[in-house]
């Protein structure tokens, strides 16, 4: 009987997956919002216009209809340091920031990993980037603490029920090549979502929606905005940090947690460079394509992750009152990189490229060189201008050391 309802099971997820679209000649036709008219139809010529009358439209845009805006809460935060035995690592050092943020309804802590050079005559820039296995994931270090939190991952990465267990430790250590990092003179800062907000529909409950009275309102945050407000906190720690350049701090997101990555750097400006790796729907890919994961796919698989209004778009994408090259715009004039990988088909890497190409105008405001191509590049041909960069990397869903060394590449022409 087990048997036969995971088979009826497999078999609705294909059919329902299958009704997904890959043909590129059977995207509908659409008009992308105009990101240079304002909301009363006056034209946005200038940086000092988009920045007075468009930039907040448009950011409240996506926080009313898409990922939902933080509702007012009172809380404190602390933070406490365990420095970590690295073992014969001479290259960095390695500690634990636990970030508390407590009121007087609840308490949640979000424990961040810090890895910093060894040796650095500055503040050094960071990454800054979610996991999803837990920072013992992330890194062979035995003494990194296992978490005790929700993760997400399956056996072969030592996550049972959703729960990590020791075997899980360095199981993800690849998409976090921190020799690499701290060669290049950068340091990694790390924390699983699960602290933050637990991947799942629990009707926002847990994580920090246990320190608020109401559950959101249809305009108010889901998980992914909960997730990008938890990484705006782990910057206010790293803008405090004197052995960190604070004005230095790129955040960086692989999958949902690039979506997260993405919203994180449009709603806080104080990070300076921010990085998409394979984010797709909600992301970086262009909702209106609808090719791969659709508005209507993801809200069913993920209810939690947008706001409520974002399911009124369930099939109904052209009446977004915009679209995700408006989000790429929210980073001008920061840099963003924007990665792809070629058999990510689900996430839709030409929409991803062509987001980051249609927020040029913005850029071209400030004064900045933008993609010039409408057509994504080669595989694995990375391309930068001024403020923007992209890639598509041969191979699957991933981040790979390839994918760190374009950042790291990109990061290095900013500053
Ligand atoms: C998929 C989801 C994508 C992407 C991915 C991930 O199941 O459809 O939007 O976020 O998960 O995060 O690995």
């Known amino acids: 009987m087990k048997s036969f309802i995971q088979l009826f099971l497999l078999l609705?997820?294909?059919a329902s997956l299958s009704a997904q679209n890959y043909d590129e000649s059977k995207i509908p036709d659409y008009t992308l919002p105009d990101l240079l008219i304002d909301k009363n139809g006056g034209s946005v010529t200038s940086a000092d216009q988009w920045e007075q009358r468009r930039r907040d439209e448009v950011l409240s845009l996506f926080q009313q209809q898409m990922y939902g805006g933080v509702p007012d809460f009172n809380y404190?935060?602390?933070?406490?340091?365990?420095?970590?035995?690295?073992?014969?690592?001479?290259?960095?050092?390695?500690?634990?920031?636990?970030?508390?943020?407590?009121?007087?309804?609840?308490a949640i802590e979000l424990n961040m990993l810090l890895t910093l050079p060894a040796t650095s005559e500055k503040p050094v820039p960071v990454f800054l980037g979610l996991n999803f296995q837990g920072n013992q994931a992330t890194n062979s270090n035995p003494n990194i603490s296992v978490t005790d939190n929700y993760v997400i991952g399956s056996d072969q990465l030592g996550v049972i029920d959703n729960r990590a267990t020791e075997q899980s430790r360095g199981s993800r250590a690849s998409r976090w090549p921190v020799d690499l990092i701290v060669s290049e003179g950068y340091g990694l800062a790390t924390i699983n979502c699960g602290d933050i907000d637990p991947d799942f529909d629990d009707d926002?409950?847990?994580?920090?929606?246990?320190?608020?009275?109401?559950?959101?309102?249809?305009?108010?945050?889901?998980?992914?905005?909960?997730?990008?407000?938890?990484?705006?906190?782990?910057?206010?720690?790293?803008?405090?940090?004197?052995?960190?350049?604070?004005?230095?701090v790129s955040v960086i997101g692989h999958s949902r947690l690039g979506k997260a990555a993405l919203w994180a750097g449009a709603s806080d400006q104080r990070f300076a460079l921010v990085i998409s790796n394979d984010s797709g729907c909600g992301g970086a890919a262009l909702s209106r394509r609808?090719?791969?994961e659709t508005v209507k796919a993801i809200n069913t698989s993920f209810p939690h992750w947008f706001c409520k209004n974002f399911?009124?778009?369930n099939d109904k994408e052209d009446k977004l009152p915009l679209d995700q090259h408006m989000l790429m715009a929210l980073m001008a004039p920061r840099p963003v990189y924007v990665a792809s990988a070629v058999e990510d088909e689900w996430a839709d890497p030409k929409g991803e490229y062509l987001s980051l190409y249609k927020a040029g105008p913005v850029f071209r405001l400030y004064q900045f060189k933008t993609l010039s191509a409408e057509t994504p590049p080669a595989v694995d041909s990375p391309?930068?201008?001024?403020?923007?960069?992209?890639?598509?990397?041969?191979?699957?869903?991933?981040?790979?050391?390839?994918?760190?060394?374009?950042?790291?590449?990109?990061?290095?022409?900013?500053w």
């Open 12 to 14: 609705s997820i294909t």
């Open 311 to 313: 399911h009124l778009y």
């Open 76 to 106: 404190e935060m602390a933070y406490q340091s365990r420095p970590l035995d690295v073992g014969r690592a001479t290259a960095y050092t390695q500690e634990e920031v636990i970030i508390s943020i407590s009121n007087d309804r609840g």
């Open 290 to 292: 609808r090719i791969g």
């Open 204 to 248: 926002f409950k847990n994580g920090i929606h246990s320190l608020l009275e109401q559950p959101p309102l249809a305009d108010q945050w889901g998980t992914i905005a909960a997730w990008a407000w938890g990484l705006s906190r782990a910057l206010d720690y790293l803008q405090e940090d004197e052995r960190i350049d604070g004005r230095k």
């Open 383 to 414: 391309v930068a201008t001024d403020r923007q960069g992209y890639h598509i990397r041969s191979g699957g869903h991933n981040l790979t050391p390839y994918d760190w060394q374009q950042f790291i590449k990109f990061a290095g022409s900013q």
